[in-house]
Protein backbone atom coordinates (compact mmCIF):
# COMPACT_ATOMS: atom_id res chain seq x y z
CA UNK A 1 0.00 0.00 0.00
CA UNK A 2 1.07 3.61 -0.47
CA UNK A 3 -0.42 6.57 1.38
CA UNK A 4 -0.71 10.11 -0.62
CA UNK A 5 -1.07 13.21 1.51
CA UNK A 6 -1.95 16.71 -0.79
CA UNK A 7 -1.51 19.87 0.64
CA UNK A 8 -0.61 22.97 -0.35
CA UNK A 9 -4.63 24.08 -1.55
CA UNK A 10 -6.38 27.05 -0.92
CA UNK A 11 -7.93 30.31 -2.59
CA UNK A 12 -6.52 32.52 -4.75
CA UNK A 13 -7.30 35.48 -7.02
CA UNK A 14 -6.87 35.30 -10.68
CA UNK A 15 -3.20 35.51 -12.08
CA UNK A 16 -2.07 33.79 -9.06
CA UNK A 17 0.01 31.27 -8.01
CA UNK A 18 0.12 27.90 -6.18
CA UNK A 19 2.04 25.11 -5.21
CA UNK A 20 0.60 21.57 -4.19
CA UNK A 21 2.46 18.98 -2.75
CA UNK A 22 1.63 15.06 -2.34
CA UNK A 23 3.67 12.99 0.27
CA UNK A 24 4.36 9.40 0.03
CA UNK A 25 4.17 6.82 2.23
CA UNK A 26 3.78 3.19 2.80
CA UNK A 27 5.46 0.67 0.98
CA UNK A 28 8.80 1.23 -0.61
CA UNK A 29 7.99 4.36 -3.23
CA UNK A 30 10.55 2.72 -5.61
CA UNK A 31 11.64 3.80 -9.00
CA UNK A 32 8.76 2.42 -11.18
CA UNK A 33 6.25 4.80 -9.67
CA UNK A 34 5.07 7.29 -11.53
CA UNK A 35 3.12 9.96 -10.37
CA UNK A 36 0.11 12.22 -11.87
CA UNK A 37 -1.86 15.38 -10.38
CA UNK A 38 -5.78 15.21 -11.63
CA UNK A 39 -8.39 17.56 -11.04
CA UNK A 40 -12.04 17.75 -10.18
CA UNK A 41 -14.53 20.42 -10.63
CA UNK A 42 -17.99 20.81 -9.59
CA UNK A 43 -20.43 19.07 -11.79
CA UNK A 44 -17.70 17.58 -13.89
CA UNK A 45 -15.56 14.36 -14.59
CA UNK A 46 -12.25 13.80 -13.63
CA UNK A 47 -9.65 15.67 -15.40
CA UNK A 48 -5.63 14.58 -15.86
CA UNK A 49 -3.11 17.36 -15.29
CA UNK A 50 0.23 16.09 -15.43
CA UNK A 51 2.33 13.36 -14.87
CA UNK A 52 6.24 12.28 -14.37
CA UNK A 53 8.15 9.50 -13.93
CA UNK A 54 10.82 8.11 -11.61
CA UNK A 55 13.66 9.77 -14.67
CA UNK A 56 11.75 12.95 -15.01
CA UNK A 57 9.66 12.82 -18.27
CA UNK A 58 6.41 14.84 -17.95
CA UNK A 59 2.90 14.89 -19.46
CA UNK A 60 0.93 17.81 -19.66
CA UNK A 61 -3.05 18.46 -20.07
CA UNK A 62 -2.92 20.99 -23.08
CA UNK A 63 -4.66 23.48 -20.92
CA UNK A 64 -2.24 24.16 -18.30
CA UNK A 65 1.19 23.61 -20.73
CA UNK A 66 2.91 26.94 -19.91
CA UNK A 67 1.40 27.46 -16.49
CA UNK A 68 1.43 24.75 -14.77
CA UNK A 69 4.96 22.29 -13.74
CA UNK A 70 5.21 19.19 -11.71
CA UNK A 71 8.25 17.83 -10.36
CA UNK A 72 9.23 15.10 -7.88
CA UNK A 73 11.96 14.75 -5.14
CA UNK A 74 12.17 11.02 -4.95
CA UNK A 75 14.75 11.16 -1.84
CA UNK A 76 11.43 13.07 -0.26
CA UNK A 77 8.94 10.66 -1.73
CA UNK A 78 6.91 13.82 -2.53
CA UNK A 79 5.79 15.50 -5.90
CA UNK A 80 5.07 19.13 -6.50
CA UNK A 81 2.76 20.78 -8.64
CA UNK A 82 3.57 24.21 -9.45
CA UNK A 83 0.68 26.37 -10.47
CA UNK A 84 0.81 29.92 -12.34
CA UNK A 85 -1.26 32.29 -13.59
CA UNK A 86 -4.31 30.80 -12.70
CA UNK A 87 -7.74 30.98 -14.02
CA UNK A 88 -10.89 30.76 -12.30
CA UNK A 89 -11.13 27.58 -14.57
CA UNK A 90 -8.53 26.06 -12.34
CA UNK A 91 -10.84 25.67 -9.79
CA UNK A 92 -11.23 22.18 -8.80
CA UNK A 93 -10.34 19.47 -6.25
CA UNK A 94 -6.72 18.39 -6.96
CA UNK A 95 -5.94 14.49 -7.10
CA UNK A 96 -2.43 13.18 -6.70
CA UNK A 97 -2.15 9.52 -7.34
CA UNK A 98 0.55 6.76 -7.87
CA UNK A 99 1.01 4.38 -10.97
CA UNK A 100 3.07 1.04 -10.19
CA UNK A 101 4.49 1.56 -13.96
CA UNK A 102 7.47 4.05 -15.31
CA UNK A 103 5.27 4.82 -18.16
CA UNK A 104 3.93 8.26 -17.66
CA UNK A 105 -0.23 7.84 -18.32
CA UNK A 106 -2.70 10.59 -18.27
CA UNK A 107 -5.93 7.93 -17.97
CA UNK A 108 -6.88 7.72 -14.81
CA UNK A 109 -7.89 4.35 -14.39
CA UNK A 110 -4.58 3.57 -15.01
CA UNK A 111 -3.21 4.70 -11.13
CA UNK A 112 -3.58 2.63 -8.42
CA UNK A 113 -3.48 4.41 -5.25
CA UNK A 114 -5.16 8.12 -4.74
CA UNK A 115 -4.79 10.87 -2.25
CA UNK A 116 -8.29 12.44 -0.78
CA UNK A 117 -8.08 15.97 -2.88
CA UNK A 118 -7.26 19.11 -1.66
CA UNK A 119 -9.39 22.23 -2.82
CA UNK A 120 -8.20 24.82 -5.30
CA UNK A 121 -10.63 27.91 -5.72
CA UNK A 122 -9.30 30.61 -8.13
CA UNK A 123 -11.54 33.80 -8.09
CA UNK A 124 -11.99 36.02 -10.97
Known amino acids: QVQLVESGGGLVQAGGSLRLSCAAS?????????MGWFRQAPGKGREFVAA???????FYYDTVKGRFTISRDNAKNTVYLQMNSLKPEDTAVYYCAARGSAAVSRAGREYDYWGQGTQVTVSS
Open 52 to 58: INWIGNT
Open 26 to 34: GRTFGYSYT
